[in-house]
């Protein structure tokens, strides 16, 4: 095993036992570029025990989650099938060490895609989107990490609900987001805070994955990144994202032990 590969499986048994590790980054430095190889590296090891890819997500699409979180570039990570729950779910937190939840926008593609598309042709590779609420769970301690810490560890992926698909994109553009949690309005923003337009994240998505030399297969999600900064996720909570003119989604929590 090299240290890349021993680096992957530490997050991964930090993600799978719950039980976050330090901070990597400044004492073992590593690129960015290795970042992405200990992601790979963390996916493959999830592929290998039954877990399917069902999609990306983009990270740090808004300014709101880059001052939250104090890092200044667009990253990219993979969505697996276990990490998604059914809109209005019961989500058990005990599989979580810190989440934070918050509002996105998902879209569905229709169409392979395998180079970069230009934000004309964005649309045309997509079936559908929908409001979406993420589940993130950084598996540092304190949820303190650097840009490439955050990349190896699949930018902070753990969970996702998905409300109903539409296929009007007009207006998503610039859509009304508010998030709540137990009735209490705890985030307000707009669909525009996601790269001035979430279709941007498909742009960038496709850019991503290519340049990476791999295809997303029709029938992927993708998630265009929170258009608010997240809020920390208690147990026995409600939560609730709406888009304005799109739609919503909900889930609530509990704790087994
Ligand atoms: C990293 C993931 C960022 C988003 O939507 O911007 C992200 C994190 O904040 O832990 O998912
Ligand atoms: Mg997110």
């Given at each position: 095993?090299?240290?890349?590969?021993?680096?992957?499986?530490?997050?991964?048994?930090?993600?799978?036992?719950?039980?976050?590790?330090?901070?990597l980054a400044p004492d073992l430095a590593f690129s960015?570029?290795?970042?992405?190889?200990?992601?790979?590296?963390?996916?493959?090891?999830?592929?290998?025990?039954?877990?399917?890819?069902?999609?990306?997500?983009?990270?740090?699409?808004?300014?709101?989650?880059?001052?939250?979180?104090?890092?200044?570039?667009?990253?990219?990570?993979?969505?697996?099938?276990?990490?998604?729950?059914?809109?209005?779910?019961?989500?058990?937190?005990?599989?979580?060490?810190?989440?934070?939840?918050?509002?996105?926008?998902?879209?569905?593609?229709?169409?392979?895609?395998?180079?970069?598309?230009?934000?004309?042709?964005?649309?045309?590779?997509?079936?559908?989107?929908?409001?979406?609420?993420?589940?993130?769970?950084?598996?540092?301690?304190?949820?303190?990490?650097?840009?490439e810490?955050?990349?190896?560890?699949?930018?902070?992926?753990?969970?996702?609900?998905?409300?109903?698909?539409?296929?009007?994109?007009?207006?998503?553009?610039?859509?009304?987001?508010?998030?709540?949690?137990?009735?209490?309005?705890?985030?307000?923003?707009?669909?525009?805070?996601?790269?001035?337009?979430?279709?941007?994240?498909?742009?960038?998505?496709?850019?991503?994955?290519?340049?990476?030399?791999?295809?997303?297969?029709?029938?992927?999600?993708?998630?265009?990144?929170?258009?608010?900064?997240?809020?920390?996720?208690?147990?026995?909570?409600?939560?609730?994202?709406?888009?304005?003119?799109?739609?919503?989604?909900?889930?609530?929590?509990?704790?087994?032990?």
């Amino acid at each position: 095993m090299n240290d890349l590969d021993a680096i992957a499986a530490q997050l991964d048994d930090a993600a799978r036992r719950a039980a976050p590790i330090p901070q990597l980054a400044p004492d073992l430095a590593f690129s960015l570029d290795e970042a992405y190889v200990v992601q790979r590296a963390s996916i493959e090891r999830r592929i290998h025990r039954g877990e399917s890819t069902v999609g990306v997500k983009l990270g740090f699409t808004s300014r709101a989650k880059m001052i939250q979180m104090g890092v200044d570039s667009l990253i990219w990570g993979w969505l697996t099938d276990t990490m998604l729950e059914e809109d209005g779910a019961r989500v058990a937190l005990d599989r979580f060490i810190h989440p934070r939840v918050e509002p996105e926008v998902c879209f569905l593609t229709r169409r392979d895609i395998d180079r970069p598309l230009t934000l004309l042709e964005a649309s045309q590779y997509l079936e559908a989107a929908a409001p979406a609420l993420e589940i993130i769970d950084s598996r540092y301690q304190n949820f303190r990490f650097s840009l490439e810490d955050v990349v190896a560890d699949n930018c902070s992926s753990a969970g996702l609900t998905v409300g109903s698909w539409t296929r009007r994109f007009e207006g998503l553009g610039n859509a009304g987001v508010v998030m709540r949690l137990n009735g209490r309005v705890v985030q307000t923003g707009s669909t525009a805070a996601i790269l001035g337009d979430p279709l941007r994240s498909v742009v960038q998505a496709s850019r991503l994955v290519s340049q990476s030399g791999l295809v997303l297969p029709a029938g992927s999600l993708i998630m265009a990144g929170a258009a608010t900064a997240a809020v920390a996720l208690p147990p026995d909570a409600h939560v609730h994202c709406a888009v304005n003119g799109i739609g919503s989604t909900e889930f609530t929590t509990y704790r087994l032990s």
